[in-house]
């Protein structure tokens, strides 16, 4: 099971565990951190589970779809390492994932 670390809008951060195959967002939810929203469920919509994931790991993960780059870069809080994190499947590859709950719109 991978240890993802997520740091919440008070800059607490939170050790959880993911389940391969779980996508970033459900594990997130799960873990009952609460700033990260998710109105659309995953369904790659909304863009209310934008992250920042850390730089060491931006390289780990499947490249960015048009549509998730579309919602994201309409965003005041986009940075090059923005993503959402319902496009993010879990594996024991991301063993040590570092993400941030990007600010509220």
Known sequence: ????????????????????GATLMETIR???IDDLAAICGGCCSCATCHVYVDEAWLGK?????????????????YQEQSRLSCQIPLSDALDGLKVTVAPEE
Do not use: F, N, Q
């Open 1 to 20: 099971m991978p240890k993802i670390y997520v740091t919440d809008w008070s800059g607490d951060t939170h050790e959880i565990e993911g389940r391969p």
């Open 30 to 32: 799960k873990a009952g």
């Open 61 to 77: 993960l499947p490249d960015r779809e048009d549509d998730e780059y579309e919602l994201l870069s309409d965003s005041v809080h």
